[in-house]
């Protein structure tokens, strides 16, 4: 008689598993991860990296103290996380055989760490429809007040179903473990009571018929709001401007929630009013015809048209902020499809549906005007691009995939509109205010440097390199870690901590020297060897150096490390400053990316 594979209860580890992801359009791949906790029924895991989208899952998990080693086939029931903080998923097995499941079952009852609980076990066991498990859980997260953000196509909120959840960043930096059990039990379908506590809200997921969806009706709305004069369009982005300025305050608090120090987003959002403002509307209205030339009778103008329907794809970093740029597509009489990051999709979510969505209705807009959909970023950007109802694909992102992708878009016909890696640099001039000038490079670790609109360079005359150094670690002491709801944090954890200590390895072996930092800590401060945050970190490089060769000064530092180069100049006092001058505009006009220079 086949014994019963009953339900056993979970426990906490410290396993390692490595996940085989497949799917038909990338291949496989495998994933190291930490395994957390464990069960009969399947496992709670960690990555540094995100998981990709895939068609069939594999996890093998060696046993301790033993040869043995179980490899099963899973399904992924919930995640959560961002680069910042790493990532947590949570599986089902679904191809468990009786030996593995007599592995499993024995591990965990040699641990002495089994917390059993019986009686909510049974509870959780406990049949029920689906369809009523969904609905229950929809009124009492109604009842805890928990934000929940559909689908938005054609006018109309849609409802996939599947949901996944978002939480408060500071108690996944602080409290992972207890986070992990409250989605594990959200996605069974209960409310735990701790819920409004660990989470700010939960969005809606949708598959690749939603987005075909969106871009149909995105291509329905262009035939009518193409022909919107100039000034109905300019009267939305004069609404959207005043309803964004209405909600400052819950749209901050958001961005707090999703992780970013309050100092980020408050910066985050002065740029975007600034985007918004009377001041900016007015200048873009100036560029929409204009003269260009006159030769007697004759005389040229331009005149801008919309392209059609514009697909919209933020980073994960700063997606809020980053997608706002594209409400300037209203503007030209486009229609726009909206994919927020799948990982940190709640503020930019509330932006479009509470603000810019209102702005159109409010404006007489035809549904479909905006549309919001979240999925698959890959298999919905390959959508876009086969698809002939789309025009125009803005990406945020790194340049490798950047430029790759910009021209599969442009060899398809459609427009590619692309920000990429940027590499700002910041130089020092003898003369300058050198306070003004170490406050504005200190800006380089805001959120460790995690966004690409701060300086991540600096180049210093010798003449003034001690002082400004001296001025830029007297501002260094204001920085501090933390979580993102202490209103001093300005330190976010570090997604690509294994690459800071790559470029600073690098650096120090062709001989930079390391000013300050390079200690890895926790939210606390505290030196960790497994912590998530890293010290702002200097290192001086000298322009005498053949400074192409550092990764530092070559490469994108998507983390809290800032070369600073000492520009000398000529032998001679005559010829000090036209010596430096060259040398400084060499190095700079080396920069391989773009966004900016500022020069004090």
């Not at 179980?70 to 959560?80: F, H, M």
């Not at 939960?202 to 009518?224: I, K, P, S, T, Y």
């Not at 707090?256 to 100092?263: L, Q, W």
């Not at 005498?544 to 809290?560: G, I, K, S, T, Y």
Request: charged share 25%; proline share 6%.
């Amino acid at each position: 008689m086949r014994p019963e594979r009953r339900q056993t209860d979970r426990i906490h580890t410290d396993l390692v598993a490595t996940l085989k992801t497949s799917a038909d359009d990338v291949g496989s791949s495998s994933i190291p991860t930490n395994v957390e906790s464990i069960s009969s029924r399947g496992i709670c895991v960690s990555s540094s990296a995100m998981l990709p989208e895939a068609d069939s899952l594999e996890v093998t998990i060696p046993m301790p103290g033993t040869a043995d080693v179980v490899t099963t086939k899973i399904e992924r029931v919930w995640e959560a996380g961002q680069p910042a903080i790493g990532y947590r998923y949570g599986f089902l097995f679904t191809h468990l055989t009786l030996y593995d499941f007599r592995l499993i079952e024995q591990l965990i009852h040699n641990s002495d760490r089994a917390a059993r609980d019986l009686g909510r076990r049974k509870k959780e066991r406990r049949k029920r429809s689906p369809t009523v498990r969904v609905s229950t859980q929809r009124s009492s997260l109604r009842r805890l007040s928990i934000p929940t953000f559909p689908l938005y196509i054609g006018g109309h909120d849609v409802d996939t179903g599947h949901y996944d959840y978002f939480p408060y960043i500071h108690k996944a930096i602080s409290n992972p473990v207890e986070l992990s059990e409250i989605l594990f039990r959200l996605k069974k379908g209960e409310i735990p009571a701790e819920t409004p506590d660990y989470i700010c809200a939960r969005a809606c997921l949708g598959g690749e018929e939603e987005n075909l969806h969106a871009l149909q009706a995105a291509h329905e709305a262009f035939g009518h709001f193409r022909n919107f004069s100039l000034a109905k369009r300019i009267r939305i982005l004069r609404t959207a401007y005043s309803l964004l300025v209405r909600n400052k305050h819950e749209f901050i608090d958001l961005l707090i929630a999703e992780g970013h120090p309050r100092k980020l987003a408050e910066w985050e959002f002065s740029g975007m009013e600034q985007g918004l403002s009377p001041t900016t509307t007015n200048f873009y209205k100036k560029e929409f015809s204009k003269r260009t030339l006159m030769d007697g009778p004759e005389r040229t103008m331009l005149i801008r048209k919309p392209d059609g329907v514009v697909c919209v794809s933020p980073p994960r970093n700063a997606s809020a902020s980053n997608s706002l740029n594209a409400v300037l597509a209203f503007l030209g009489g486009n229609t726009l499809v909206v994919k927020p990051p799948r990982t940190s999709p709640v503020a930019t979510m509330f932006l479009w549906r509470n603000i810019i969505d209102q702005a159109l209705r409010q404006n007489g807009a035809p549904a479909g005007t905006l549309n919001i959909v979240i999925g698959n970023t890959l298999r919905y950007i390959n959508q876009w691009i086969a698809s002939p109802l789309v025009s125009d694909i803005m990406y945020f992102g790194d340049s490798e995939k950047g430029i790759d992708l910009g021209n599969r878009i442009y060899a398809a016909g459609k427009k590619p509109i692309l920000e990429l890696s940027g590499k700002d640099i910041l130089a020092v001039w003898p003369g300058c205010d050198l306070k003004a000038a170490a406050v504005s490079l200190s800006d380089a670790f805001l959120a460790s440097t995690q966004i690409c609109m701060v300086p991540k360079m600096a180049v210093v005359h010798e003449r003034v390199f001690d002082a400004f150094m001296s001025a830029l670690l007297e501002e260094l002491k204001g920085i501090k870690i933390g979580l993102p709801n202490d209103d001093s944090t300005s330190m976010l954890p570090v997604s690509k901590i294994q690459g800071f200590f790559d470029f600073l390895e690098d650096a120090m072996q062709k001989g930079a020297k390391l000013i300050t930092g390079g200690n890895r800590k926790n939210y606390k401060g505290e030196l960790d060897s497994n912590g998530i945050f890293l010290d702002p970190t200097i290192v001086v490089l000298d322009s005498d150096m053949d400074l192409l060769r550092f990764r530092c000064v070559q490469e994108e530092n998507f983390f809290p490390l800032l070369p600073i180069v000492r520009v000398r100049g000529g032998r001679s006092a005559k010829d000090v400053d036209g010596v430096a001058f060259s040398r400084m505009t060499e190095i700079i006009n080396a920069n391989p990316y773009g966004l900016r220079v500022s020069v004090w």
